[in-house]
């Protein structure tokens, strides 16, 4: 929703409100990534309960972590990375099926988001181009209504996709315990139960990741809005269908970033670019890392479980504390802060240099809202005096 928030199409309570819903409906539309997890990624066998517990302390407390800086990693590969070092502590590196990680894991997660981010820069030239002769109001208009049906579409993708991945770990988890049968479908229950919870946790609203999305990486106008939210759903959707475990972050991000670059004169913040990409390749190897301590440490029995369950219950309620020292909400998450005041860099320079913003007098310029930054907006629609000598 971080689009459809930056450019104002939608209010912030509004658009979490309606992306949790769709969240929960997305949750029954497949169950083919979930079983990709349950089934294919490690050997059912070899699972046991407290590996899965293991797996989901390392989820948990990278998701935390890269949360609180306002960096949107993927939660999808914090949960694999945690299984895999859970598993690979418990049973073995033989436990993990190396094939499907490549192939439904690891690829995705690199052509997701270059795949996403050409589609929607070519989107966005193309959208500009179709709409360069569009009455300014009603352009507008139509690409607000344009954005929150997109915003929909993603929404319901990532119910699709990431609650998915919940439902394979608890399926995971009732074979292990023997619970259900190996190589059963998730029941519907778990569905359920996974639809829930992930549109609690949306409606709960993720703002810092929101923050960086809708104004971090780049300025976003309707226009791109609509071409960033469209090419990411196409991709996550036919992921989905395929049965990738890809990241919604990851095909979002790139998405948002090749729109940046679609605009004239639009341009990527790449310091924040370059954080994501450090901490998207940090994601697999530090859960798996945590996942594996954690599984260590419940092998000692009982009590090592209980040590487990303690230190991540302290270490969430410490990072929530820290997160209390500069509250991110509905309230402020369009405000500018450090990422988005940061100076231009040498890509940026270059590339406004090259493709400056149209004239205010085109009627590109007439259909674009105010840009996010009154600072921006002054210096767009204010000449630069000159000094006669």
Not at 100 to 129: C, D
Not at 203 to 232: C, E, H, N, V
């Amino acid at each position: 929703m971080a689009t459809t928030i930056s450019t104002g199409a939608m209010k912030p309570k509004v658009a979490v409100a309606m992306s949790a819903v769709l969240n929960l409906v997305g949750a029954f539309l497949s169950v083919e990534v979930a079983n990709t997890i349950s089934k294919g990624l490690v050997d059912e066998a070899g699972i046991r309960p407290e590996v899965i517990f293991a797996a989901l302390v390392g989820a948990i407390l990278w998701n935390l972590l890269t949360w609180l800086v306002g960096l949107p990693s993927s939660s999808s590969h914090a949960l694999m990375g945690g299984l895999i070092g859970a598993t690979i502590a418990s049973a073995g590196v033989g436990a993990v099926h190396g094939d499907v990680l490549v192939t439904k894991v690891l690829i995705p997660a690199i052509a997701a988001p270059l795949v996403a981010g050409v589609a929607a820069l070519l989107a966005t030239r193309l959208t500009y181009s179709l709409g360069s002769k569009a009455e300014g109001k009603a352009s507008k208009k139509g690409y607000r209504a344009g954005q929150i049906a997109s915003a929909g579409l993603v929404s319901l993708a990532h119910g699709t996709n990431d609650a998915q991945k919940t439902m394979g770990v608890i399926t995971l988890a009732l074979v292990a315990g023997g619970a259900v049968a190996p190589d059963s479908d998730p029941p519907m229950w778990v569905i359920l139960s996974a639809g829930l919870a992930i549109a609690l946790g949306t409606y709960l609203g993720g703002w810092r990741i929101i923050r960086t999305m809708g104004k971090g990486l780049t300025d976003l106008q309707p226009q791109q809005g609509f071409a960033a939210q469209t090419s990411a759903a196409t991709v996550i959707l036919a992921s989905s269908h395929l049965g990738f475990s890809l990241s919604t972050t990851h095909s979002v991000s790139g998405s948002v970033m090749g729109a940046g670059l679609g605009r004239k004169g639009g341009v990527v913040r790449w310091s924040t670019a370059t954080r994501m990409f450090v901490a998207w390749g940090l994601t697999l190897p530090a859960a798996a890392l945590v996942g594996a301590l954690a599984e260590y440490v419940t092998g000692f029995g009982s009590w090592g479980t209980a040590v487990v369950a303690v230190f991540l219950i302290a270490s969430s309620a410490a990072i929530w504390k820290l997160s209390r020292r500069e509250v991110v909400d509905h309230t402020n998450v369009n405000d500018t802060d450090a990422d988005t005041a940061e100076p231009a860099g040498v890509i940026t320079t270059a590339i406004a240099a090259v493709t400056p913003p149209p004239a205010s007098g085109s009627a590109t310029a007439a259909e674009d809202p105010v840009p996010a930054f009154p600072s921006q907006a002054t210096a767009e629609r204010t000449p630069t005096p000159t000094t006669t000598v």
